[in-house]
């Protein structure tokens, strides 16, 4: 599905280069659900992140669904961003000023999906995730376990074959948590999508079916489970 060959990503520090990422190269293919560790500053999000085409890697090829990504312009990039990849952040990143139903709405009025297939697609999500009656409050209203199913209903809702979650379960109790780590086994094993998760958690990596420390902006170990 994806390969990264010889990625690179540093700043210019004055006269030296202080590598965040540092001449990495992994390939994933469909269906692995991958769990990404490593210490603080290792260039995990950095990863996800390039790995999402949010971010750019300074040096190095890039393909995705064989389209050489480090070729493409913005706008190709983005165009398969949207088709291909849904993201989920730690801290939710919903729109406060719209309810749970407009949120989750919102990545298919980006598609221009047209108004009643639209609505058939959140009703499914909000039957699916159970959140139907919470469809007319605000985030603010909502617990973060709750709030983190709606961003991640909001990420499927475009049904991406690509899953990206940065600490997805940072900010949850323990039970949330566990709640979002069986979601995603479920949409991985039964539908498929393949997942790449940032985690601290020991516990959630071992959901996965690899697990890739990062040290220094390198793979310092890749274990299958
Ligand atoms: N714009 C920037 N300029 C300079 N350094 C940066 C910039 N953005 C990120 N970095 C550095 O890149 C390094 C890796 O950051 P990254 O967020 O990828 O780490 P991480 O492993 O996800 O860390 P954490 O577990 O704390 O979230 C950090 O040392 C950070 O300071």
Redesign the pocket.
Known sequence: MLSLQHIS?Y?Q?GPNK?Y??NDLSLDIEEGEFVS?M????????????IIGMLDAPTDGYHYFIDQPVHQLKEKQRSALYKQYIGFVFQAYHLIDELTVYENIETPLIYQDIKGSERKALVADMLDRFGIVGKKDLFPSQLSGGQQQLVGVARALISKPKLLLA??PTGNLNSKQGEEIMELFRKLNKEDGVTIVQ?T?SEKNAQYGSRIIN?LD?RIESSITL
């Open positions: 990503k700043y520090n202080a965040v990422i990404i490593g210490p603080s500053g290792s260039g995990k999000s950095t990863l996800l992140n940065d600490e940032v601290h990062l902006g």
